[in-house]
């Protein structure tokens, strides 16, 4: 268990009517907030009656309920920092960045700093910075090691209004990815339910019994031998939802160390020289790009369209391919 969590193993012997789950926990452990208690639900981390919970489950007396949780405090408050930023757009309302591989977008347990959230506060703070000053926060997120479009909201006004496109689909996102084998068809739409792994507290994967709908529409755009270039739309927005959805049907993301097999691609494996050294690989994380992200304004009501090119990564391991696995 990991330094400042504390597992918990009680038996509920008083309850409100009618006390959801979350809302029961939050009221137990009051250091933490109900939001809290949800997305620990979310991420497995809580059973009842050695069962995976759902937050709108309704405590009753008699229930057994396990949950793990860190005890350690948080920061209080996102330090700005200064780093690089690949700007796509901005003006006073929000702020759209190429996010690169390897960048953790928000704070949190083991990376507290050099984050994007930190770097887009940092810049907001210039005099230079269209609005000025700001209180800049995530709308959506992109794992640390996928690149590409990000938007951030730059003040606590227009923040719901961004964020309402995503929950109500009303945002247009739009992926690139290398995968793991060719597809049989030149389209489809993979619609699997996920939830929290059973086992691995940070993994997703297709939940028959408590996952939520998720869909992901997905087009082949070049095919190779054992790999195929795709292009992908999430009608839903679950978290990992396009890795474990081409992983469940089969073609993981190329060099998915979660969901897939392989952590780096060589030139050599592409040739079939299994004694050629190694050398630089092609790419080394996983090979999913967000490459165009559609809403409308929240001021103006305008229909805006970012669009973040392919990184170098993908770009090499791409002329790879065409070079050396072109489909037969």
Request: some cysteine; hydrophobic content about 40%.
């Amino acid at each position: 268990m990991s330094e400042g969590h504390q597992q918990f193993d009680f038996t509920v012997r008083r309850a409100p009517l009618h006390s959801r789950l979350d809302a029961y926990l939050a009221a137990r452990f009051k250091t933490r907030s109900r939001t809290f208690f949800q997305k620990l639900i979310d991420q497995g981390e809580v059973q009842v009656n050695s069962s995976p919970a759902k937050r709108h489950h309704e405590v009753k007396v008699g229930d057994r309920i396990q949950l793990t949780m860190n005890l350690a405090p948080a920061p209080s408050r996102v330090q700005p920092e200064e780093m690089p930023l690949d700007i796509l757009y901005e003006d006073d309302t929000m702020i759209v960045i190429n996010k690169p591989p390897g960048v953790v977008v928000h704070p949190a347990k083991g990376h507290w700093h050099g984050t994007l959230i930190n770097a887009v506060l940092h810049h907001c703070q210039r005099p230079d910075a269209a609005g000025g000053p700001s209180h800049a926060k995530v709308v959506h997120r992109l794992d640390r090691d996928t690149s590409g479009v990000l938007l951030f909201a730059k003040n606590p006004g227009t923040h719901p209004a961004i964020a309402s496109q995503f929950e109500r689909r009303q945002a247009h996102k739009s992926y690139l990815a290398i995968a793991e084998g060719s597809f049989k068809s030149a389209e489809g739409t993979i619609d699997l339910p996920l939830g929290p792994h059973l086992f691995h507290r940070f993994k997703v994967t297709v939940r028959a019994d408590v996952g939520r709908e998720s869909i992901t529409d997905y087009r082949v755009l070049e095919r190779f031998d054992g790999y195929s270039f795709l292009a992908l739309s999430p009608r839903t927005g679950r978290g990992h939802q396009i890795r474990v959805h081409l992983a469940a049907a089969g073609h993981p993301v190329l060099c998915d160390r979660v969901y897939g097999a392989r952590v780096a691609l060589y030139r050599a494996d592409l040739a079939g020289d299994v004694l050629a050294p190694g050398g630089e690989p092609l790419i080394s994380r996983q090979a999913l790009h967000a490459h165009k992200l559609s809403i409308r304004h929240p001021v103006s009501g305008e229909r805006l369209e970012f669009t973040a090119p392919l990184p170098q990564d993908m770009t090499t391991a791409l002329a790879a391919l065409r070079a050396l696995r072109l489909d037969p």
